[in-house]
């Protein structure tokens, strides 16, 4: 476990109120405390860097906070799920938390991260809020994709969060192209693509690595070994389970990933690696309690016992917890004070998702295509046109009408078609000039659908 | 319900340089269809729709075709201009735009120091360097993952297929990256990304390497599709579809990349979405894209000396269809021949057909009758391959059927 290297605390045990007063001002502070990671590093064609990691009290409350929350989130979805208010997929991360508060202690918001489809936390970890969260979770409009990305399709543009991805393995390619932009625009930043143990056996994850090594790309690949693709252990499906070997000429490092130290420790050197060497990969032996997905119970290809073994040995929450009391920083009501808090904003987040509406039905067509594109095709509405109809079907008659611009416009790409009206109508058209196209080409629009 | 008014607004004459004057024959003409309008490109400056070829005059680079020095102040199609081959328009285009925007890079196989299997990337490697014009290994699913990846931060990656045949290792990544992410993000991020590439039935590259696989990316949502047939038309798409924010497929053809042709010196750029006129006419509609359009234009001459008068329509536009131009021409002529080289199950043709029917259908006169290449690999042995494809005697042969 961690040593310690301050016991000034212990000294001042007897004086309650006093004591006290200076936890509180430890619990904040910055003063340095040095923690040794739970393992040594594992290089491959590199030197690992130091057990030694330093840290400061408000950085270990933030780690045990963030960590906390993403656990109670993940549960709490559970329970959504079960209820029937998340359908589809959902994956969990419950028992990984330490890579993503690790990674982002590493880091800022500059750097890119993309990651498969168990991404709830990471999303969080990015600057997500958990409304943002539920919501997209249950499919509402005020989900961080409006609704209509669900639990596979988090993203956060403005923070650096590429999502998201569903297929497995084809985030890489992507992970590298956005190094590949780091690298074009010169902007001193990494790019961290996380990927799996089932997705390391990708053919696109090695052509993606040879190509960030022959360019030099500012990419980490983090491989999150939690031993099971889907209900297939690693033994089963790779002949070489020694992930952060794979890179054969790229340099890898293995981290225990139930260490949040390490992770972060693990993260900063890779940063430091990658902005001067290129890629590096990261293998981070961490686990999931949850089985792959919520249809997937979790027990059929793994014993009870080995759960709960991980649970009571590596969890990263209770590593945090054990190192909060040793070094004196809270007490275990102060912590179980911060869970209770963590839960009722959960709860909070939750219900307040449950009244966020539906989408609306004319999102439907929203976002297929970026507005404006083509080169000169726009919509203008609230345009007046005024062309008779005659009987012989050439002309109509049109007046402006509020329909949403992207609707009209979708309409016109998937339907393919134009109505004609058969009699002047009293209500409003929107017209598209499609394609500078006189204004013929036009669109009914009944509650939003052609 | 007798009388006309006037449309205001939004009319334009086709922005296509070399088609004539597009003729609406309707029973009655709108009077005064030119109107003020806007075109706004997509760098949202607006434009005046009728001044709509020329934005500026441009000192254009050398390149390997020498150009006239013109002083191109005209406000219409220079009659100078300058002749070049279509791999050269699209060069050209191509060029034109990375000075234009730094942020337009090149990706693909042998695109950088060997200039390009066809030759559209020659020289641009030496100009703009490594990186930019970037030379990837044989992995084209990484490679385009990648382009959409940079894409989404926002470089405007011009990815080259060395064949379509090749893209089908994308698939995923054309599918369910380039396509969906706009709509998965909720519109957070834009993939403006150019995927070209050549295709189509060569001259004995046998089955692999002679695929017409439009119709395999035509419901993809979020995708557009063009097909460049002249260098006019090349380089006008090439810099329309740089400069598209989504994700546009330009579909090039093998045998096409020789085509010779005088250009305009002005800078242009052509609509996505719109179709070309290339021979109006009365009495049919023919309505083809690429290669094609070339056997199409064959026919039509024999056509003509046998008394009819087809309306020969480029559609340019493969995704989505431009229903506009299209529908005035079925009005006009009430028959419709579609010619091309895509697959006849599922390709654009079958889509196409059934827009019309659905849209169209009073007007028609005879059912559509369309003309794909056969549903089989394209052999290797020449007299085989040369009937894989519509030749321009059964197009012939089907008008006049049709025309009975």
Same mark, same amino acid.
């Given at each position: ?450 | ?279 109006? +006419? ?24 046998? +008394? ?18 299209? +529908? ?77």
């Amino acid at each position: 476990m961690a040593h310690l290297t301050r016991r000034t605390a212990d000294l001042l045990k007897p004086f309650s109120v006093a004591l006290s007063s200076m936890r509180l001002l430890t619990t904040t502070s910055t003063t340095p405390i040095t923690v040794e990671t739970s393992l040594p590093f594992t290089g491959h064609k590199i030197d690992p860097p130091s057990r030694s990691v330093e840290t400061t009290p408000q950085e270990l409350m933030t780690f045990f906070r963030d960590m906390a929350l993403m656990r109670r989130m993940e549960i709490a979805a559970d329970s959504l799920y079960k209820a029937k208010l998340i359908r589809g997929f959902c994956h969990l991360y419950d028992g990984q938390e330490a890579v993503a508060v690790g990674m982002e202690a590493a880091i800022t918001k500059k750097d890119c991260i993309i990651t498969a489809y168990r991404d709830h936390c990471i999303f969080l970890g990015r600057g997500g809020t958990l409304l943002e969260c539920f919501s997209e979770l249950m499919g509402r409009k005020d989900g961080c994709s409006k609704g209509k990305g669900g639990s596979m399709h988090f993203y956060k543009k403005d923070s650096g969060f590429y999502g998201g991805h569903g297929i497995v393995g084809a985030q890489i390619p992507l992970g590298c192209g956005l190094a590949f932009a780091q690298k074009y625009s010169k902007d001193e930043n990494v790019t961290f693509a996380l990927y799996g143990d089932g997705a390391a056996n990708q053919g696109q994850l090695f052509e993606a690595l040879n190509m960030a090594a022959l360019w030099d790309l500012p990419a980490i690949l983090v491989c999150e070994n939690n031993h099971y693709g889907m209900g297939t252990a690693e033994w089963r499906a790779a002949k070489s389970p020694a992930y952060y070997k794979r890179g054969d000429y790229v340099p890898g490092l293995k981290v225990d990933g139930m260490d949040v130290f390490a992770v972060k420790q693990a993260c900063k050197f890779s940063k430091e690696h990658a902005l001067k060497n290129g890629p590096i990969i990261l293998e981070m032996d961490t686990y999931r309690y949850h089985g792959h997905s919520m249809s997937d119970p979790g027990s059929t290809y793994r014993t009870r016992d080995e759960i709960s073994g991980v649970r009571q040995e590596r969890d990263p929450i209770e590593r945090i917890r054990k190192l909060v009391l040793s070094h004196d920083l809270a007490t275990e009501k102060e912590l179980k004070d911060i869970e209770k808090e963590v839960r009722k904003n959960v709860d909070e987040a939750i219900a307040q998702a449950k009244e966020s509406p539906m989408p609306e039905p004319s999102e439907l067509f929203t976002n297929v295509y970026v507005k404006g594109y083509g080169v000169e095709v726009r919509l203008l509405s609230y345009i007046y046109f005024i062309v008779r109809y005659s009987v012989c079907f050439d002309f109509f008659l049109l007046l402006s009408a509020k329909v949403t611009e992207d609707a009209l416009y979708l309409n016109l790409l998937t339907c393919d078609r134009y109505m004609l009206f058969s009699s002047p109508v009293s209500g409003v058209v929107n017209i598209c000039s499609f394609s500078c196209m006189p204004c013929l080409t036009v669109s009914m629009m009944d509650q939003g659908f052609c | 319900m007798a009388a006309v008014t006037q449309g205001l607004g939004a009319t334009a004459a086709l922005s296509s340089a070399n088609s004539e004057k597009f003729q609406l024959t309707t029973r009655r003409s709108l009077s005064g269809r030119k109107g003020r309008f806007f075109i706004f490109e997509s760098n949202g400056n607006p434009r005046s729709g009728l001044n709509r070829q020329i934005n500026r005059t441009r000192q254009f680079f050398t390149n390997a075709v020498a150009t006239k020095p013109d002083s191109a102040a005209a406000s219409t199609l220079s009659k100078h201009g300058h002749e070049l081959l279509l791999f050269e328009a699209l060069r050209e285009g191509l060029e034109e735009e990375m000075d234009r925007d730094p942020y337009v890079c090149v990706m693909g196989e042998d695109v950088g120091h060997y200039g390009g299997s066809y030759k559209v990337t020659k020289g641009l490697a030496d100009k703009y360097g490594d990186l930019r014009v970037l030379d990837t290994p044989i992995a084209e699913n990484s490679f385009t993952g990648m382009a959409i990846g940079a894409a989404m931060t926002g470089l405007r990656p011009v990815v080259e297929g060395m064949n379509m045949g090749f893209l089908l290792l994308a698939f995923n990544q054309i599918s369910n990256n380039c396509g969906m992410l706009h709509y998965t993000s909720g519109g957070q991020f834009k993939i403006p990304v150019v995927i070209r590439g050549p295709g189509g039935v060569g001259r004995q590259l046998g089955a692999e390497h002679s695929q017409r696989l439009e119709s395999y990316f035509q419901s993809i949502p979020g995708i557009q599709m063009v097909a460049c047939s002249t260098p006019y038309n090349a380089k006008g798409l090439m810099k329309a579809a740089i400069r598209s924010e989504n994700p546009v497929i330009l579909f090039e053809h093998v045998l096409l990349y020789n085509l010779k042709e005088r250009i305009p010196d002005e800078e242009y750029v052509l609509n996505l979405e719109e179709a070309e006129m290339v021979r109006p +006419g009365e009495h049919i509609t023919i309505l083809t894209y690429s290669r094609m359009r070339y056997h199409v234009m064959q026919a039509a001459k024999t056509l003509v000396n046998k +008394g009819y008068d087809p309306e020969v329509i480029d559609i340019r536009s493969l995704k989505p269809f431009d229903l506009y131009t299209i +529908g005035n021409s079925v009005k006009k002529t009430h028959r419709v021949v579609i010619v091309e080289e895509c697959m006849r199950t599922g390709g654009i043709g079958a889509s196409l057909t059934a827009s019309i029917n659905e849209n169209f259908h009073d007007y028609l006169d005879a059912p559509i009758v369309c003309l794909s290449s056969q549903d089989v690999p394209t052999p290797y042995a020449a007299s085989l391959e040369e009937w894989t494809v519509v030749q321009p005697a059964q197009i012939v042969a089907a008008v006049e059927q049709l025309c009975q």
